[in-house]
């Protein structure tokens, strides 16, 4: 098993930047591929980018690509998700999730094992 917990939310004005953190108990950090998610008021819990084990390989929404960037440190057991250029439409609680390497890079919220509790991005206009 995996805990996660991420930090690095905050209340940020539109074309600001803001770096989150997904810390992650355990040594086995590297054996789960990271997923992260977006859920804003009333909408459903949508994908943004997910990052293999290794660090090697990562996918991302379309909404986001060229803005964000995830990345990880497992000799910290971190993965982290920068985002650039923010804009109003990326206020949400943002969530980490881990999934097995033995399985694909998650892309929806039932795909994951283990989650984070959440940190909230606010973007004024």
């Known amino acids: 098993q995996v805990q996660l917990v991420e930090s690095g939310g905050g209340l940020v004005q539109a074309g600001g930047s803001l770096r989150l953190s997904c810390s992650a108990s355990g040594h086995t950090f590297k054996m789960y591929n990271v997923g992260w998610f977006r859920q804003a008021p009333a909408k459903e819990r949508e994908f943004v980018a997910a990052?293999?084990?290794?660090?090697?390989?990562?996918v991302y929404a379309d909404s986001i690509k060229g803005r964000f960037t995830t990345f990880r440190d497992n000799a910290k057991n971190t993965a982290y998700l920068q985002m650039n250029n923010l804009k109003p439409e990326d206020t949400a609680l943002y969530y980490c999730?881990?999934?097995?390497?033995?399985?694909?890079?998650?892309?929806?919220?039932?795909?994951?094992?283990?989650w984070g509790q959440g940190t909230q991005v606010t973007v004024s206009s």
């Open positions: 999730a881990a999934k097995s390497i033995k399985f694909p890079l998650p892309r929806t919220s039932d795909e994951c094992d283990y």
């Open positions: 990052i293999s084990g290794g660090g090697g390989n990562c």
